[in-house]
């Protein structure tokens, strides 16, 4: 039996909890909030309350083999960024050290940090070239879970997660609705997100390495929305290609740069680890929903 702590403990991490603690391992799930408690003891493991960014607050959590930092900036800038990703994740590796029980450290990062490839295939070899002060600290933060916990004898993992989607996070008005921008969409459902993490921890694979955590089939954008509209009965939603996005919308410099970002990413690695996707695709993960939303459930619900 393996003592694992989720840190940040939200949407992939009360599934991977879950996940683990059906395969027998014994699970805690930490939270800054205490709101954010109530929802992982109902997924029926342990909870405690925790901020990354005081460390003393970090000493009361119980050791364990196996540590996983998916912990959220909130969505906030760049300096937030830095205080969890970087400064947060430096306090959790020192505050891991100095255990003995510490084998594994996995840190769930974006594939934000390629920037931009004109459309083209990125792997898990390809050069990082982050656009956005915040994905240049996801860079940041990548290099200190594999170098600096490896300095402390704690073996670092990267999962590069694409964007992820799933139950409340299906986002289906968004491409019923349009207008829908032209370029791909690169998606894991949580479930497999959460699934690849356990698999790169229970089957004992990709220690100090990144891995990308994406499904099988980057999507072309208005495929996909055409593909939704049709499973939900609903009429193709309108289309705009990059250019007139940037020229009809009052967009910051970083929301320009993140529309003119293009890349499709290869699961190739993750598949020769050995894991298998519940959802390999769009159209096994959006059955589920589409099929609600034809039955006349409303897509904001879901």
């Known amino acids: 039996m393996t003592r694992v702590v989720i840190i940040g403990c939200g949407y992939v991490g009360i599934e991977l909890g879950t996940q683990l603690q059906a395969a027998g391992h014994t699970v805690t799930g930490v939270r800054r909030s205490e709101s954010g408690l109530n929802s992982i003891a109902a997924a029926g493991f342990d909870a405690q309350q925790a901020d990354v960014t005081r460390p003393e607050t970090l000493t009361t959590l119980p050791d364990a083999e196996w540590v996983i930092f ?163 009965g609903r009429p193709d939603p309108p289309k705009q290609t990059v250019e007139e996005r940037l020229a009809t919308s009052d967009l910051s410099e970083t929301a320009q740069r993140r529309v003119r970002t293009s890349k499709r990413c290869s699961n190739n690695y993750l598949h020769e680890l050995g894991y298998s996707l519940s959802y390999p695709t769009y159209r096994e993960g959006y059955a589920e929903p589409t099929a609600a939303v034809a039955d006349g459930a409303d897509p904001e619900t879901l």
């Open 70 to 232: 998916a912990a959220s900036s909130g969505g906030r800038g760049a300096e937030s960024a830095r205080r969890v990703y970087v400064e947060g994740l430096r306090n959790t590796i020192a505050a891991y050290a100095e255990r003995d029980s510490t084998d594994r450290l996995i840190y769930t990062s974006s594939t934000g940090v390629y920037g931009d490839h004109d459309g083209r295939f990125v792997d898990e070899s390809t050069p990082l070239d982050p656009t956005t002060e915040k994905t240049q600290v996801l860079e940041t933060a990548e290099s200190i879970a594999i170098e600096e916990a490896g300095n402390v004898g704690i073996d670092g993992t990267v999962a590069r997660f694409a964007g992820l989607y799933g139950p409340h996070r299906y986002r289906l008005l968004r491409y019923l609705e349009g207008p829908v921008t032209e370029g791909y969409l690169n998606m894991i459902h949580r479930d497999d997100a959460a699934g690849a993490i356990r698999h790169i921890l229970t089957a004992d694979v990709a220690r100090e390495e990144c891995v990308l955590v994406v499904d099988d089939e980057p999507a072309e954008k208005w495929a996909f929305a055409d593909w939704l509209a049709a499973a939900c």
